[in-house]
């Protein structure tokens, strides 16, 4: 069986045969993001798939957010660099929840909380604690927690 991680580095090697250099620079800083995080701490370990896939989400996230930045800054092309980087890495992600689906998840959650009796200020963190493992690594925490919030008070 091969890891998520083992798995980037097989597409890294593709990637610089292919001299597909987006691609390849992408792979490179995910691994070293990777490497990074399993020499962090006392000792030097080895990263479960689960945790590489944080190291992944985040990453994207990383991506996402200075497409934004550069966006605003009127620097269209490194926004779409970093669009495509974020690309490259929704490979190795679960396929993200649409609105609808989070919609969904998010509206059986709030049932869940207020029939357990949770109300006003102190549904969101019980809201958030049923969601949260339903949605995990398929919707970012600030989309599953502004549904939340629309939800709540709607609700």
């Known amino acids: 069986m091969t890891t998520l991680k083992s798995r980037l580095q097989n597409d890294l090697t593709a990637a610089i ?89 998010v509206g059986e959650a709030v049932a869940e909380a207020q029939a357990s009796g949770a109300e006003g200020p102190r549904a969101m963190g019980a809201v958030m604690k049923i969601v949260n493992p339903k949605v995990q690594g398929r919707a970012e925490g600030g989309r599953v927690a502004a549904a939340v919030k629309k939800r709540l008070a709607s609700g």
């Open 17 to 105: 045969k292919e001299r597909n250099e987006l691609r390849s620079a992408t792979l490179r800083m995910t691994l070293a993001a990777i490497t990074k995080e399993e020499v962090a701490g006392k000792s030097a370990r080895a990263l479960s798939d689960d945790e590489v896939q944080k190291v992944i989400t985040r990453e994207a996230k990383k991506r996402r957010e200075a497409a934004e930045a550069f966006a605003d800054g009127g620097r269209g092309e490194q926004a779409e660099r970093e669009r495509a980087e974020g690309e490259v890495l929704a490979d190795y992600l679960p396929k993200q929840l649409s609105d609808e689906e989070l919609d969904a998840l």
